[in-house]
């Protein structure tokens, strides 16, 4: 057991290495670097542009311009932005919360309506009630994110006024004002999470309804509802809690679009602003921070159920 | 079901204490203002971007400033005088003010800020201070600027960030890192900065303006969508915003609570052509007959009507309208489709196809199909290559391109809208077009101070572009401000800077 | 023993396989959506009633009319036009990209599973590494970087849901690897080619077929998303996402530019989505009930 879990994180490594260079190379790949993008707006000679060139280190080959980079990360030291020329972990610090928030959010809304919707169908199975609820789960999972935020702003910020239309108000200072703010980013981010966790917990369901104890307990009358609580849900939701961990590990990293129509400050507009300005430090961190979180939750998950399910250990 | 979410939501957010109302009270002290983006570094001598200046313009004084009628006024420099000859500028500094850090401001800092900005070498400030050639501190309260040769446009340098005064004795020590905790001398000194998410500047009590500045508070906060900008300030979330688009105003207009300023920009859009730059120069358009068809295609009205619902001014030279540098005697040609189509007859070309390079923005993406529908019809097979800004300037200043679609914020100064694009050495030449009846005029008007006699220079220089058509004015965009009905009137400045002095929540 | 069937595994649940696909209510009405798409698309020529890039000064951003069922956009052109052409941007991202995908990542994981040593070990380090960039990030980076255009954004999302069938071909390839007639096969001297073409590919058509429909659906919101930051269709060339774009600007004035491509995009998805979950439970035997 624990030499499977040690055999996985050493795999992390390699892992991580195989994003930053990907990201590394396709970054520089784009045409124009950070010091072209100061030609739009200054007045600068062909020298003012080597000297800040070779300043920002820009001017050295592809390789040493990494390992520059990876020195500093194994020292802990990710760099510095050279848009705001602040420090790349200090920004990450700034947005990991409002991404984890997001996230979180996100997860909470999926799980607290997936897992009911596919509970229900479960139980209902052919029923009608089955098909709308795996109608409305391929339906979330069917629309594309950005336009469901542009729909959703316009109902409830622009038509309703219920909701600001954008930012972002940090939970410490006001809490209430932060989750509502939050909540319509949330909802969009939901929207194919719920679909997921629902058709999951719908098959998990039906695996352990078909199982003999299940069955016996059905027989014997015990209240359905009590069956469903106590034996059928608490086994099915074991891999649906796994997968609850994958998303919301993707979730870290992943809002980008979501994050771009309700302006909210997270790693996902960090990122996009970053290739665009050629910012390399801070793609290169939030990537690396973000396949962490990702990497970090799937070894959890599969920590859980490895220690659940020891099949998975032989493998 | 996401109905039902929703419905789930609001009855747990509809606990005692909260509505959500709370979101939109503003705080009474504070000014909360929407940009564009979010600015990149706050060092007047590194910084690149518009929004940023949006910044520096509470947080950095400058040396003079400019009124919305671009007459220069005094800031930290109270009063200045050219030399005789032009080649010294002799300035007095404001006795009083103060850095952030308590340090008074003295013709020796002033000096010392100068020279940061002129040697520091990342500085993106060095060409643009490149004329002074000494700094001389006559006594604690003059600097006298020596200059290699006459040239006026410096005065204008100094109203922008390469006149924005730094404490430079601790930025010496920090570098590049100055700012993370910038030390300047305006209004208000920095307070916090997180990033993409917002600048709080607190406001500066020993400042020698101080009473001009009511609020304790600006917080500025970068919101790149322009519609979530207007529905921000409608909904009360931000006070001000910046960059309406036009096609908004009916909206914004209609709004009752809402205030609404605008001023015609400083700088110009055009459709720069490659006519000398690289093998690509070797275009369609490379005949000047058919970059003449090319503007007689178009029509700037419709253009304008398409684009810009109306709201934008059509432009055919580097100032617009209004401008102290407006030459009314140049008229832009009306679209002539016929006579269009006779000039590529004449050219051996009846339909010349070349690819126009656009940034990668809505307005420019809107513009590019109107100018590719028009030109069509005078018999020119226009392909679009949109590419993200960064890829567009990179390809246009070597060269790759054979038509650009380009913006200029445009300088208070004529010179900074003009020289380093048309001059034969202009760093921002990328057509490299070059005339030396442009150089001479441009170069001597750097040495004039009189406006009639430079507004002349500038119009025979406009006249040659006007005749060889390297590149094609459109239009100039304007700066629609939208804020709070409770703020007393703002005026919009040329330059779509937001100065807050004098503004105050109405009593 | 040559009589071994190519799809000894799959054949006798072929027939029965379309049978049940047909009679089975979503993956009818899912293949029915798609299918009309498709059309939608191929016909676009005839179906359309006007030039979708056809701009008329005189009716910017007009309401749905008799002339304009969909009304126009902001440069006057008319919104069903360009809705039915944009499914043909749509349709080719999504089946171009996940052909790539496929054509990629069913060999690289064959070879993975079947060969396995030193090359699996690195085939799935970089197939971790790539999962582990959120899926649009990776898309992103890539569009910017080939430059903007339909084809390279079909390169880019192609390549990014890549890694996903280089896992799942290998998972299928272990799984065929373990079966006896596999073993068998290997056991006659056959050339590894010979048998992971004719003996291991097979069983892994079904799993494949059910992740590539719903890749499809992933692509084209990928593709929409792409179009939607610029890097996809590039204008006049009219697509959903691209139409998106510059509705979003006039979401209040105009809500009829940013309804009718966004429903399509849904529709067409959902379509897919429905497909695949068809698919999936009429082939994929370990989800049967």
């Not at chain 1, 979501?258 to 997270?266: R, S």
């Not at chain 1, 665009?276 to 939030?286: E, L």
């Not at chain 3, 360009?82 to 991202?93: D, N, Q």
């Not at chain 3, 999302?157 to 799942?168: D, K, T």
């Amino acid at each position: 057991m624990g030499r499977y879990l040690l055999g996985r994180l050493a795999l992390a490594i390699p892992t991580l290495i195989v994003v930053s260079v990907v990201v590394f190379v396709l970054q520089k790949l784009l045409p124009g670097d950070a010091a072209t993008l100061m030609t739009a707006d200054a007045d600068l000679s062909a020298a003012d542009l080597a000297r800040i060139r070779a300043e920002l280190g820009l001017d050295r080959s592809w390789p040493a311009q990494y390992l520059v980079w990876m020195w500093g990360v194994i020292q802990g030291d990710l760099g510095t932005s050279l848009n705001t020329k602040l420090p790349v972990l200090d920004v990450i610090l700034d947005k990991l919360p409002v991404t984890f928030q997001l996230a979180t959010m996100a997860i909470l809304i999926s799980i607290g309506v997936g897992v009911p919707l596919g509970v229900i169908a479960a139980l209902r199975r052919g029923s009608a009630a089955d098909y709308a609820v795996n109608f409305a789960g391929l339906s979330g999972l069917s629309i594309p994110p950005f336009w469901f935020g542009i729909m959703l702003i316009l109902a409830f910020s622009v038509e309703l006024n219920w909701f600001p239309a954008s930012g972002y108000v940090s939970p410490f200072e006001d809490l209430g004002a932060s989750l509502w703010t939050m909540l319509l980013p949330a909802i969009v981010l939901a929207s194919e999470n719920i679909a997921i966790l629902m058709r999951h917990t719908r098959s998990a369901m039906l695996g352990v309804l078909k199982q003999d104890y299940v069955r016996t307990a059905r027989a014997k009358g015990v209240f359905e509802r009590l069956v469903v609580v106590r034996h059928a849900l608490r086994n099915a939701l074991i891999p649906v809690i796994t997968l609850g961990a994958i998303e919301f590990g993707r979730l870290l990293g992943g809002a980008v679009l979501t994050e771009q129509v309700f302006t909210i400050p997270g790693f996902g507009k960090l990122l996009v602003d970053g290739v665009f300005t050629r910012d390399y430090p801070i793609v290169q961190g939030v990537v690396l921070v973000a396949a962490c979180c990702y990497i970090a939750l799937n070894f959890l998950a599969d920590a859980a159920y490895a220690g659940v399910n020891p099949r998975i250990r032989a493998r | 079901m996401r109905r039902l979410a929703l419905a789930a939501a609001f009855l747990a957010f509809a606990a005692p204490g909260f509505t959500p109302q709370a979101v939109a009270q503003p705080a009474q002290n504070t000014l909360r203002i929407g940009l564009t983006a979010d600015p990149d570094v706050l060092d007047p001598a590194l910084g690149r971007t518009l929004v940023g200046r949006m910044v520096f313009a509470s947080l950095c004084d400058t040396l003079v400033d400019y009124n919305e009628k671009l007459e220069f006024v005094p800031r930290l420099a109270q009063s200045w005088e050219w030399s005789n000859d032009g080649r010294a500028l002799t300035l007095r500094i404001r006795s009083g003010a103060v850095f952030h850090d308590g340090t008074p401001v003295d013709a020796a800092a002033v000096k010392a800020s100068l020279d940061r900005a002129r040697t520091m070498p990342q500085s993106l400030r060095r060409s643009e201070l490149a004329p002074i050639a000494e700094t001389v501190v006559v006594d604690p309260g003059t600097l006298r600027l020596e200059l290699r040769s006459p040239f006026v446009p410096l005065l204008a340098q100094l109203a922008d960030r390469g006149g924005m005064i730094v404490n430079a004795k601790p930025s010496e020590a920090a570098g590049t890192e100055f700012g993370r905790q910038p030390i300047c001398a305006g209004p208000y000194r920095f307070a916090e900065r997180v990033a993409q998410d917002r600048i709080v500047l607190q406001r500066f009590d020993r400042h020698w303006e101080r009473d001009q500045y009511h609020f304790e508070r600006v917080v500025y906060l970068p919101i790149p969508d322009a519609t979530v900008r207007l529905a921000n300030v409608q909904a009360g979330s931000v006070d001000m915003v910046e960059r309406i688009l036009p096609t908004d105003l009916p909206n914004a207009r209609r709004d009752r609570r809402l205030k609404l300023a605008d001023a015609v920009e400083l700088g110009w859009n055009s459709i720069i052509i490659n006519t000398n730059n690289g093998p690509k120069a070797n275009n369609a358009l490379k005949d000047k007959r058919v970059r003449e068809a090319l503007e007689l295609s178009i029509d700037r009205e419709i253009l304008n009507r398409a684009a810009h619902a109306g709201e934008f001014v059509v432009g055919n030279q580097p100032f617009a309208p209004g401008n102290p540098y407006f030459a009314s005697e140049l008229r832009a040609q009306p679209r002539n489709v016929a006579r269009a189509r006779e000039l590529l007859r004449a050219a051996g070309t009846p339909s010349p196809a070349f690819t126009l390079l656009v940034p990668n923005d809505t307005e420019r993406n809107a513009v590019a199909q109107i100018l590719q529908q028009m030109a069509r019809e005078a018999g020119f097979d226009i392909r679009l290559q949109v590419v993200d800004f960064a890829t567009s300037i990179t390809m246009s200043q070597n060269g790759d391109f054979e038509a650009y679609l380009l913006s200029w914020s445009g300088r208070v100064d004529p010179d900074g809208n003009m020289h380093t694009f048309f001059h034969c050495q202009g760093s921002q030449n990328d057509s490299k077009f070059c005339d030396p009846r442009i150089d001479a005029a441009l170069d001597r008007a750097r040495t004039l101070s009189d406006v009639a006699e430079r507004r002349k220079l500038y119009a025979e220089a406009t006249a040659v572009l006007h005749d060889e058509r390297p590149r094609i004015f459109t239009y100039h965009r304007k700066w629609f401000f939208a804020y709070s009905g409770r703020l007393t009137d703002f005026t919009a400045n040329p330059d779509g800077m937001i100065r807050v002095r004098g503004l105050r929540w109405q009593q | 023993m040559t009589g071994i069937p190519a799809a000894a595994a799959v054949s006798p649940r072929a027939p029965g396989a379309l049978a049940r696909l047909l009679r089975h209510p979503g993956a009818a009405i899912g293949g029915g959506i798609a299918l009309f798409f498709v059309l939608i698309a191929i016909l676009a020529p005839v179906l359309a009633p006007y030039d979708p890039m056809a701009v008329d000064w005189m009716a910017l951003r007009s309401p749905p009319s008799a002339a304009h069922w969909f009304g126009t956009d902001e440069i006057g052109r008319d919104v069903l036009s360009r809705t039915i052409w944009g499914s043909r941007a749509s349709l080719l991202a999504g089946l171009a990209s996940i052909a790539l995908a496929l054509a990629v990542g069913v060999p690289l994981g064959l070879a993975a599973g079947y060969f396995g040593g030193w090359f699996d070990a690195l085939a799935m380090r970089v197939v971790d590494g790539m999962l582990a960039i959120p899926l649009l990030v990776l898309a992103i980076a890539m569009a910017a970087t080939l430059g903007p255009s339909l084809g390279n954004a079909m390169i880019a999302i192609g390549l990014s849901v890549c890694p996903v069938f280089v896992r799942l071909a290998r998972a299928q390839t272990l799984a065929a690897m373990a079966e006896e007639y596999v073993e068998a096969a290997r056991a006659m001297g056959y050339s590894h080619l010979r048998v992971a073409l004719r003996h291991v590919l097979p069983n892994t058509v079904p799993a494949l077929l059910v992740q590539a429909t719903l890749g499809i659906a992933t692509a084209i919101i990928t593709e929409s998303s792409l179009s939607f930051l610029g890097l996809g269709q590039q204008p006049p060339a009219p697509s959903w996402g691209s139409s998106l774009n510059t509705a979003k600007n006039f979401i209040v004035q105009a809500p009829w530019m940013s309804l009718w491509p966004g429903l399509a995009i849904c529709l067409a998805v959902f379509g897919f989505n429905l497909l695949g979950d068809g698919l999936r439970d009429t082939l994929d035997p370990r989800d049967k009930d």
